[in-house]
Nanobody, 115 residues
Framework: QVQLVESGGGLVQPGGSLRLSCAAS????????MGWYRQAPGKQREWVAR???????YYADSVKGRFTISRDNANNTVYLQMSSLKPEDTAVYYC?????????WGQGTPVTVSS
């Protein structure tokens, strides 16, 4: 059974940076396209970045140029480097397979951007 454990979130001032990590287990991680999603209070979960097994990356317009997704297949880990953070980036961040996520979701890691 797949397990996903996100970490690295926290409180950061506007303009700051954070690096999120997601450790996956119980699956052949390297063959899947992986993504980061986020859910802000009172809003639906949305996709923000994806990375294919080839290393190709795609971003939502709202984070393009500020976020960078990467992966380490040897360690079954996907990362999200977030820079120039804005208050509207405040959300709980999750990783999962894309485009069709697994039914299982990790606990997520909360990111709060506030002065």
């Amino acid at each position: 059974q797949v397990q996903l454990v996100e970490s690295g979130g926290g409180l950061v001032q506007p303009g700051g940076s954070l690096r999120l990590s997601c450790a996956a287990s119980g699956t052949f991680f390297s063959i899947y396209a992986m993504g980061w999603y986020r859910q802000a209070p009172g809003k639906q979960r949305e996709w923000v970045a994806r990375i294919f097994s080839s290393g190709n990356t795609y971003y939502a317009d709202s984070v393009k140029g500020r976020f960078t997704i990467s992966r380490d297949n040897a360690n079954n880990t996907v990362y999200l480097q977030m820079s120039s953070l804005k208050p509207e980036d405040t959300a709980v961040y999750y990783c999962n397979k894309v485009p069709q996520p697994w039914a299982y979701w990790g606990q997520g890691t909360p990111v709060t951007v506030s002065s």
